[in-house]
Structures are given as C-alpha cells and as structure tokens.
C-alpha cells in the first residue's frame, strides 16, 4: 500500500520559512504524472497548493504564487514545499498526494498530514 509520509511542520511566525518534506515508499515520484501538496484549514475545504508533474511541470494555488515552492530530489524519492513569507491565513493541515491530476482535485494516494501553524 502506498503511503505517503509528510514532516516538517509545526508552529511557526508569521514570515517564517519552513520547509515540508514527503517521502512516499513503493513509489516513484520522477515515474509519476503528478504529485503536489494541498491542505485544508479549520472550516474550510481541501485544497490544491502546489503540483509538480513530469517534464519539471508545476501548478500553484494563487494564495501561494511567488511564496512557495514545490520541487523534487529524486535521488532521495522525496517531494518538498518550500514555504516563504507565511501568513496567518497559511495555517493548515498541509497533505503530500501521489497520484493527481493538474486539473481536478483527484488523488489516488493521501498522506495523513502535517499541521503548520502561523502566528503573527
């Protein structure tokens, strides 16, 4: 069963830069049309923050435009969030997915997340 595995969050101040990592075990993240991290705040639905897909193709929420980051080490078959300049309203439970697609919110395979919080 695949099972993706977040780390890197936790609390943090608003500017703050943190950096979430997802490891994925019996999956191949350079293989794969599309992995990306969304996240979900109280009350409010999941959503897409970052994607990355093959050929270096990458897709960003517009709250997030020029402050994140998603890229790859495929030697360490790990994706990351690079997250710069957070704000308050970045708060969330932030989710790895293996298996999505660009343009629906479909994905195969969830991690559990990891929670980040931003205090100002």
């Known amino acids: 069963q695949v099972q993706p595995a977040e780390s890197g969050g936790g609390p943090v101040q608003a500017g703050g830069s943190p950096r979430l990592s997802c490891v994925v075990p019996g999956y191949t993240i350079s293989s794969s049309y599309c992995v990306g991290w969304f996240r979900q705040a109280p009350g409010k639905e999941r959503e897409g923050v970052a994607k990355?897909?093959?050929?270096?193709?990458?897709s960003y929420a517009d709250s997030v435009k020029g402050r994140f980051t998603i890229s790859t080490d495929n030697t360490k078959n790990t994706l990351y969030l690079q997250m710069n300049s957070l704000k308050p309203e970045d708060t969330a439970m932030y989710y790895c997915a293996a298996d999505c697609r660009f343009t629906t919110n479909y994905v195969k395979y969830w991690g559990q997340g990891t929670l980040v919080t931003v205090s100002s």
């Open positions: 990355f897909g093959k050929d270096d193709r990458t």
